[in-house]
């Protein structure tokens, strides 16, 4: 069964830093681009991060460039996000996702074919 779990969310103050994890199971994902989306009360779910197969490209939304950080070790497969300089704005439910097409084109909400269940950040003023 093919399935990706994340963890490291919880409560941090605003200024702050929390690291997600996504850990991917019954397949690898060598060849898969990673990311991250994320939903906050009341809206939709927007794209956060990407990053393809070998960790040459990255992709962000604007307004998270400069404090989140994407990576990933394919020998673990795991995928990261390292979010610094954190905001009240951040706090959402943050999903892993996985799929072959390149993160170029994941912010246009094409459908992707492997999601995690999500985990909780919230961010305090």
């Known amino acids: 069964q093919v399935q990706l779990v994340e963890s490291g969310g919880g409560l941090a103050q605003a200024g702050g830093s929390l690291r997600l994890s996504c850990a991917a199971s019954?397949?690898?994902?060598?060849?898969?681009?990673m990311g991250w989306f994320r939903q906050a009360p009341g809206k939709e779910r927007e794209f956060v991060a990407a990053?393809?197969?070998?960790?040459?490209?990255?992709y962000y939304v604007d307004s998270v460039k400069g404090r989140f950080t994407i990576s990933r070790d394919t020998a673990k497969n795991t995928v990261y996000l390292q979010m610094n300089s954190l905001k009240p704005e951040d706090t959402a439910v943050y999903y892993c996702?996985?799929?072959?097409?390149?993160?170029?084109?994941?912010?246009?909400?094409?459908?992707?074919?492997?999601w995690g269940q999500g985990t909780l950040v919230t961010v305090s003023s």
């Open positions: 019954g397949r690898t994902f060598s060849t898969y681009t």
């Open positions: 990053i393809n197969w070998s960790g040459d490209f990255t």
């Open positions: 996702a996985a799929d072959p097409k390149s993160g170029s084109i994941w912010h246009l909400r094409v459908a992707l074919e492997v």
